[in-house]
C-alpha cells in the first residue's frame, strides 16, 4: 500500500534547488532519480488483464539502490538467492560501528573509510577465527553497511553475519565452542578493531593530526553482537531487514507541511521509545544525501566460504558434509505474477511501452485505438 508521504514529495517540490543541498554531482543524479521514480518522466508501459481485458498502465521504476520505492522486489530476490547457501549451523549477527569523530572523514572521502572498515572488520574476523584458542579454522561473512542512524544523523556501523564455525584442513568443517552466547570474545575484538582501524586511517590519510588519531583510543569503541539465531533460515530473514534498507522508508514521514518534514523514529538511548522529530526541507534533505553511496561502492560484501569464488567450487561439498539435502531444491520463486487490480483473478502482460510525459489516459486511448502507441 502507498505511503501518504513519500520522500519523492519532498524532492520535487525542492525540484530547482537541490543542487544547493548536495555535496557533488551523483548525489544530485541520484536525488533526481528518485524524485522521478514511478512519474511520467521515466515513461512507462501499459498491461492488459488475460482474463477480463482491462487496460492499466504502470510508470517505470528509477532501480535505484536509494529509492524508498524500489527495494522491495530486490530484497525478495536477495533473500531467495540466500536461501540455497545456508548451512545447518548457528549464526552470529556482530555489528562494528565507527566513533563520531571520523564523521567528516566519511562525508569527505567516504569510499576510503568505508572500504576501511569493510577490510578491517574482515581482518579481525579472520584472526580471532584463526586463533586455536577460539577455533583454529577459515571463517566467512556476510558484510552490510548502513550510515544512518533513526534521525539521518550520519552513524556508519556494519552489520555482520557470521556462521557459527569454520573450514578447518582439508576443507572439513569444525564447529565454534561457543556455548551459545557469542562467536569471539566482544571486549577482544573491539580493541583489535580500533587499533587496526586506527592504523589504517594513519597510512589513507597522512596529512591528519597526530592528536586526532590518539584521541580516537580515549573511548572504546563499540561492537554489538546477538546470540545465536534460531534456525538457519531465520538468518536470511533477519539479515534480508538490513540489505536492502535505505536511510528513510516512505511509511516513516508523517507530514509534509510548511515546507517540513515529520517523521518517526526510534530512540535506542531511551529504550527505543518511539519519537517524531520535524526538520526543514533542506535539512532534511542534506540530511538524506549524505547517506547516498559513493558510485560503484558494493555495500553488501561476502567473504571466506561464502564469497563467489569459494561458493562456485566448494560450497555443495561443505554443505553435503553438513549433511544437506542438495537433492532437493530450494523453493525458488520465478517471479511474481502481476495480478489484475480490476478483476483480481486474471494475470498482466505488458502490451506496449512507452516513453513521454502525456497523462496516463492518453496512453491508454491510443492502446485501445491504435494497438500500440507511438513513442
Known sequence: MRSAFEVADVLQRNNHQLCH??????QLRTLHALRKCRTSELGGHV????SCGNLSISYNSCRNRHCPKCQGEKREAWIQARESELLPVPYFHVVFTLPQQINTMCLYAPDKVYNLLFKTVWSVMQSFAADPKH???????IAVLHTWGQNLSLHPHLHCIVPGGGVAQQGKWKAARSEGKFLFPVKAMSKVFRARFVAGLRKDFPKQSKVFFDSLFNKDWVIYAKRPFQNPRSVVEYLGRYTHKIAISNHRILSLEDGKVTFSYKDYRKGAQKLQMTLPDAEFIRRFSQHILPKGFVRIRHYG???SSWKTDKLAALQKQLGVDLSVEANQKTGTHRKCTACQQGTLSTVSTFRGRAPPQYWLDQVQKQGT???
Open 135 to 141: 577455533l583454529g579454522t577459515k571463517p566467512a561473512m
Open 373 to 375: 502507441p507511438s513513442k
Open 305 to 307: 566460504f561464502l564469497s
Open 47 to 50: 498491461d492488459q488483464c488475460d
Open 21 to 26: 543541498y548536495c555535496s557533488n554531482s551523483w
